[in-house]
């Protein structure tokens, strides 16, 4: 198992300009989230998706679209670039049933918006 | 009032201490609380958890919960250079939709 895998790494975007941050994961979660973690400010929840076709905002769903048309994959959208969004993105995700308090993270995604 | 604060760092000991990080809460009704570990330039990753107050040990790491004081610790034992990382507290309530509420996460370096 791959666990939860994410796409790109690293990346670097002018102000203004759009891009999907990739998450997949094979274990068969129907949980899934996204996090933003900025230096100092723990992980700040932005949409999370309780199964296929099912998503809503968590606490700073500003300047973000997610969408869930599979179980294995959450893309992260972001429109219209502002420096404000330069900052470290998790996927995670989680069994439906049972231990529900362990999510498993992704590596993270790296972005620069300058 | 955060919902979650966590004691500000960075922390730095000498190896073979005993590392205390704590966090309070103000969230009555949380009921699960967490601990993860996040080593540089990683995603988080679940180290320990606790149901409701009591302790909780496994070798060098022991968490506590205080429902009563809504604080909770982890405790490090004999503390190793591997140590080093950051440490997040995560909160939720019940109910299968719960989400986790985490701490600003605070950095321990052990220095060998």
């Known amino acids: 198992n791959a666990g939860v895998t994410q796409t790109p790494k690293f990346r670097i975007l002018k102000i203004g300009q759009s891009m999907t941050l990739q998450c997949t994961q094979d274990m068969n979660h129907n949980y899934m989230y996204w996090y933003r973690q900025d230096p100092g400010m723990g992980l700040k929840l932005i949409y999370y998706?309780?199964?296929?076709?099912?998503?809503d905002k968590g606490e700073v769903p500003n300047g973000y679209n997610v969408s869930r048309s599979t179980t294995e994959d959450f893309p992260l959208r972001l429109e219209l670039a502002a420096p404000s969004q330069t900052s470290v993105y998790f996927c995670?995700?989680?069994?439906?049933?049972?231990?529900?308090?362990?999510?498993?993270f992704g590596p993270g995604t790296r972005l620069t918006v300058t | 009032q955060k919902e979650v604060e966590q004691d500000p760092g960075p922390l730095s000991v000498p190896e073979g201490a005993i590392v205390s990080l704590n966090c309070t809460y103000s969230n009555s009704a949380f009921q699960y609380f967490m601990w993860y570990r996040q080593y540089s330039r990683k995603g988080p990753e679940l180290l320990m958890y606790t149901y409701s107050s009591g302790n909780k040990e496994d070798g060098r790491f022991t968490a506590q919960v205080d429902k009563s004081s809504k604080y909770i610790s982890l405790f490090i034992r004999d503390s190793q250079p591997s140590d080093s990382a950051t440490y997040l507290c995560?909160?939720?309530?019940?109910?299968?939709?719960?989400?986790?509420?985490f701490g600003k996460g605070i950095t321990l370096s052990v220095r060998p």
């Open positions: 995670a995700s989680r069994n439906g049933q049972g231990s529900h308090y362990e999510q498993y």
């Open positions: 998706s309780v199964g296929a076709g099912i998503t």
């Open positions: 995560a909160m939720s309530a019940t109910g299968a939709n719960s989400k986790l509420t």
